[in-house]
């Protein structure tokens, strides 16, 4: 892979990325609009690690939001690594 390539991918990752954390700040989608959206950046540029993080903050931030018991959050977290 070129330089060149390596650039556009992670040009391309930068824009998903801006879009879902838009998509967050902005409450314009549902939050899985904005999960599908952040781990696209991954697959375009998986060597990047701010797309991982990420995804990661965002699932976070729904299971404080989500999850008003803490013996629910096993079965979130589980549900997460499923998913991923």
Request: net charge negative; glycine share 4%.
């Amino acid at each position: 892979m070129t330089l060149c390539d390596l650039r556009r991918r992670l040009t391309c990752a930068r824009m998903l990325l801006q879009l879902g954390r838009y998509w967050d700040e902005t409450a314009s989608c549902e939050s899985n609009a904005v999960v599908r959206q952040l781990k696209e950046v991954t697959l375009v540029h998986p060597e990047w690690e701010d797309g991982f993080f990420y995804v990661a903050t965002y699932y976070d931030k729904v299971m404080m939001a989500v999850v008003d018991r803490p013996e629910k959050r096993g079965d979130f977290i589980t549900q997460v690594i499923i998913d991923v």
